[in-house]
């Protein structure tokens, strides 16, 4: 069966310094990948997706970016965080690109920027 | 575009009580039709789904049919315990190639 892992499962980070979230998905192939955002008491927000290595389309334009080196990974990063960052960030998979399929939900990281 | 409204929360209901949380949607074409829990301080679940009108999805107790009609997808649940205290969002899968998602209704269940 298919699952997905995410991590670090919660950071706290200082203003300006770097992020990295990993996300990996295990037992499919070629899977569309998706980075979301949640702020608190709002709803999602979805900031990248991606259906292929190194193919990423980003939705909101930030200073986050988001990278897919092979084909069941996916990175969110940033090089200098703001405040306004935190969050629960959510990666997902799902098995086509049509939307019409079921979106799989990681377990989540939750990123305190202070 | 697509869209999904959903009913305001918070809800509050007392244990055994009926459910309904409302969902509504715009879409061009046949869209799949969702509904996501989210415990606190976890991701998302997939609740239930339908693909086509008149489709009735189910899980846990949880139901909703869609009704291309009226193009909505209501949440229902004949008799709720503390263990459904969540948020739950509706979404839409259509034309795009993500998921639409609603804005999340705060469910609390008091014993």
């Known amino acids: 069966s298919q699952t997905i892992h995410q991590w670090p499962a919660t950071l706290v980070q200082p203003v300006g310094s770097p992020l990295s979230l990993e996300c990996t998905v295990e037992?499919?192939?070629?899977?569309?990948l998706y980075w979301y955002r949640q702020a608190a008491g709002r709803g999602l927000q979805l900031l990248f997706y991606?259906?292929?290595?190194?193919?990423i389309s980003s939705e909101v334009p930030q200073n986050l970016s988001a990278s897919r080196p092979q084909d069941r990974q996916f990175i969110l990063s940033s090089k200098k965080l703001l405040l306004s960052d935190s969050g629960f960030y959510l990666c997902?998979?799902?098995?086509?690109?049509?939307?019409?399929?079921?979106?799989?939900f990681g377990e989540g990281s939750w990123l305190t920027v202070v | 575009g697509d869209s999904v409204t959903q009913m305001e929360g918070p809800v509050t209901l007392s244990e055994e009580a009926f459910l309904t949380i409302n969902c509504t949607y715009t879409a061009t074409g046949y869209p799949s039709l969702f509904w996501y829990v989210q415990y606190p301080g976890e991701g998302l679940q997939l609740l239930l789904k339908a693909t086509k009108a008149d489709d009735k999805g189910s899980n846990k107790g949880f139901e909703a049919t869609y009704r291309k009609e009226t193009t909505s997808f209501h949440l229902e649940k004949g008799s709720v315990q503390v263990s459904d205290s969540a948020v739950y969002f509706c979404a839409l899968g259509g034309s795009a190639r993500q998921l639409t998602f609603g804005s999340g209704t705060q469910l609390t269940v008091l014993p």
């Open positions: 991606s259906v292929g290595i190194g193919q």
């Open positions: 997902a998979w799902s098995g086509d690109e049509t939307g019409r399929n079921t979106i799989y």
């Open positions: 037992g499919t192939s070629n899977p569309n």
